[in-house]
């Protein structure tokens, strides 16, 4: 189901999406919430549908070992983000931050797994989190802030997931490998 990454990419859009839909009150959130949990699905389901069997099966262990430490870095930082914000009483400086390191941590990805057009990702993530930070700096609202760098970040990795699902369909289609 995760297929090159695509489920990845959808639940932790999704993820994003649920941050910046925690700006709305009354009943736009619950239908901005459903519109996203559709947009999650339909790429989850284009993935399986449209990918062949071959996308995203297991990779070397060295290459997996890699990817392992790229991710536990990744998640100690983020750890270490949520902690030192909550004790400095920024909590709201999180969103930002693990945008950024999260938009950091697809550089390595990128090279790990033969995929430079991950630096896309890359960009518009740390564009997220520096855009999220301007907000705070601005003294704009805590909920802008969540709304700014949910809504990029989610439109980021749902837009690289599509863009997998239709490279990779239309390479398949093609008889591309690799």
Request: glycine share 14%; hydrophobic share 60%.
């Amino acid at each position: 189901m995760f297929k090159s990454g695509v489920g990845f990419l959808a639940l932790f859009g999704l993820g994003w999406w649920l941050l910046a839909t925690s700006a709305f009150g009354g009943a736009a959130r619950p239908i901005a919430l459903g519109a996203g949990c559709l947009v999650t699905v339909g790429l989850m389901l284009a993935a399986r549908r449209l990918l062949p069997a071959s996308a995203g099966g297991p990779f070397p262990a060295d290459r997996r070992r890699r990817f392992n430490q790229i991710n536990g870095v990744q998640w100690l930082v983020i750890i270490v983000i949520a902690v030192v914000c909550s004790r400095a009483g920024v909590p709201v400086l999180v969103p930002p931050l693990v945008a950024l390191v999260v938009g950091l941590h697809f550089l390595p990805l990128a090279a790990v797994f033969g995929q430079p057009r991950l630096r896309v990702p890359a960009a518009l993530l740390v564009v997220a989190g520096l855009a999220g930070a301007a907000v705070w700096l601005a003294d704009g609202p805590d909920h802008a802030v969540r709304f700014t760098v949910g809504l990029v970040s989610a439109l980021c990795l749902w837009g690289t997931a599509l863009w997998t699902v239709a490279g990779t369909a239309s390479a398949a289609g093609r008889g591309v490998t690799g």
